[in-house]
């Protein structure tokens, strides 16, 4: 897990309130991911930066607002959050550079340990 | 859209026994990942296989895959308390970076 870390690790927080995610990952590598992880769902898509270049937005409500300000480090601004916005948040990084990689070629991802959001 | 699912959904065994979890697919795939993930934690990847594989080692863990009945099995041999986890499969999707997630098998080691 240290390749990839993330804060804070637990999160509560109003409705009203403005907060945000960080993510951070040592490995060098050209792509990270935010994920969204409810109880009994699949890993849902949050966004996909590649070379701080935002690829996907994978129809994620606008209260979820991403920043990538370089390729080692990644935020989620959250605002005007709603009850059911509260799950695990993963930050996850792979080597892959979307923009210029053929699709079939391997994409294992490395993840950070997460944020377990509480929303009010 | 869903592409991996896991099977079975739950999974409860004495430490010391073997555990196999199955994930099943949709469409076809270049390659398929299976990914632990320890309670409220962040996941770890386990091993790849690549559609042209058909079984793969990695210490304890045993994966093959079957892409013409689109499945794959991941078998752990001699469990240990430690391997109390969820896992999951994923399936690489569309584009070059999406992967396809499946809702996961727990497993749960009995000392």
């Known amino acids: 897990e240290t390749g990839v870390t993330q804060t804070p690790r637990h999160l509560v927080m109003g409705m009203t309130n403005k907060k945000s995610l960080k993510c951070e990952q040592h490995?060098?590598?050209?792509?990270m991911y935010w994920y969204k992880q409810s109880a009994k769902k699949p890993l849902e898509l949050m966004f996909v930066?590649?070379?701080?270049?935002?690829?996907e937005n994978n129809s994620v409500p606008s209260r979820f607002s991403p920043e990538c300000p370089n390729s080692s480090h990644l935020f989620l601004h959250l605002h005007t959050l709603q009850p059911e916005d509260s799950a695990l948040y993963l930050c996850?990084?792979?080597?892959?550079?979307?923009?210029?990689?053929?699709?079939?070629?391997?994409?294992?991802?490395?993840f950070g340990p997460g944020t377990r959001l509480t929303v009010l | 859209s869903q592409q991996g699912e896991e099977d079975p959904q739950a999974l409860s065994i004495q430490e010391g026994e073997n555990a196999t979890m199955n994930c099943s697919y949709k469409?076809?795939?270049?390659?398929l990942q299976w990914y632990r993930q320890n309670s409220g934690r962040g996941l770890v990847h386990l091993i790849l296989?690549?559609?042209n594989e058909r079984e793969k080692h990695s210490g304890r863990l045993r994966v093959t895959l079957d892409t013409s009945k689109k499945s794959s099995s991941l078998l752990i041999t001699a469990s240990r308390a430690a391997d109390t986890a969820s896992y999951f499969c994923?399936?690489?999707?569309?584009?070059?970076?999406?992967?396809?997630w499946g809702a996961g098998t727990k497993l749960i080691i009995k000392p």
């Open positions: 296989i690549r559609s």
């Open positions: 930066y590649s070379l701080e270049e935002r690829v």
């Open positions: 469409t076809s795939i270049n390659n």
């Open positions: 994923a399936t690489d999707g569309d584009s070059n970076y999406q992967l396809i």
């Open positions: 490995l060098g590598h050209n792509a």
């Open positions: 996850a990084s792979s080597l892959t550079d979307i923009l210029l990689s053929p699709k079939g070629l391997d994409n294992e991802q490395f």
